[in-house]
């Protein structure tokens, strides 16, 4: 190594190391209000921590609140909302379609001398396949849907078995329900949008109450419908709660009707603001809460 760069690199470590007085005076009466001393090392650390601080301060910033919705291509809550609305609206127009076919089938069975299948119990059967189902799902949502159709296969099998034993069930007009929570029903159960629930918007934090006595049989979390809590109740009744912030119960723990089970919240991609997505299903197919219950 020449000897004139081992000179230079030494001199260049020896600024490094030199210390440096960074001062402020006041202007006129030229007194010292404040003043650091630094070698070239910790300035210069000093400024790489300073840099990194503000580069970790903008990415919390962004993640964290509505500032990210400014960054272009970023969907905001009316580009979610217009999602769900145009995937609603492609799932209506296939159904249609789909009406329109069994129409045209029965009119060729009729022709050719055969009995019409009515089309409420195609439409059932075709849901129940999920043949109308358009969006794909997460992991966690797709073992949800398991584990719900095992469970209907189960209830399905239930009513089946208690049919040959003679046993009939209590109809639905008879059982008396608690309403889940109060407030104003604002997306109401539609068997053609595969919408089988109904949305209730209540005051925040407001307290989900189970709607019979029953057993928790799944408290999840999904990242469509957030936090998720479902119970088996008697008579093959089953009860769903979806979107909640918080849920109160676990899997296996029973329950008392009027019994708190969730808070009311806002958590999930498929959701536009603060509600409680209420199900309810009878012997393997979804009902109309509204039929039942007074929210």
């Known amino acids: 190594m020449p000897k004139e760069y081992y000179q230079d690199t030494k001199k260049r470590q020896g600024k490094l190391k030199h210390k440096y007085r960074f001062s402020a005076y006041n202007d006129e009466s030229l007194k010292q209000l404040w003043h650091i001393r630094l070698s070239g090392i910790e300035a210069w650390t000093l400024v790489g921590s300073i840099i990194a601080a503000i580069i970790a301060l903008v990415v919390v ?51 050719s001398g055969k009995d019409p299948v009515p089309i409420e119990s195609a439409l059932i059967d075709s849901v129940r396949r999920g043949r109308t189902r358009i969006r794909s799902h997460s992991k966690e949502d797709s073992l949800l849907r ?36 109060k407030g104003a029903v604002t997306d109401k159960f539609d068997m053609l949008k595969e919408h089988f629930a109904v949305d209730i918007v209540a005051r925040p934090n407001a307290v989900v109450s189970s709607t019979l006595d029953g057993t928790v049989v799944m ?60 199900e309810l299903w009878y012997n393997g197919y979804p009902v109309d809460p509204e039929k039942y219950i007074s929210f």
């Open 61 to 111: 910033m962004i993640a964290f609140t509505p500032l990210r919705e400014l960054i272009p291509g970023y969907p905001n809550n009316n580009t979610r909302r217009e999602i769900v609305q145009n995937a609603l609206r492609a799932d209506s127009l296939e159904m249609m379609m789909y009406k329109w076919e069994l129409h045209l089938a029965n009119i060729n069975r009729i022709v």
């Open 146 to 181: 398991l584990e719900v159709e095992r469970e209907v296969q189960f209830h399905v099998s239930s009513l089946e078995s208690n049919r040959q034993n003679g046993l009939q069930l209590q109809p639905l007009e008879s059982v008396h329900f608690f309403a889940p929570v």
């Open 219 to 278: 408290a999840a979390w999904t990242s469509e419908t957030g936090y998720v809590i479902q119970l088996q109740h008697k008579n093959n009744i089953i009860s769903t709660y979806k979107h909640n912030a918080k849920l109160l119960k676990k899997t296996g723990e029973a329950v008392k009707a009027g019994e708190a089970i969730a808070i009311v919240g806002n958590s999930g991609e498929l959701t536009t603001g603060p509600h409680l997505h209420f």
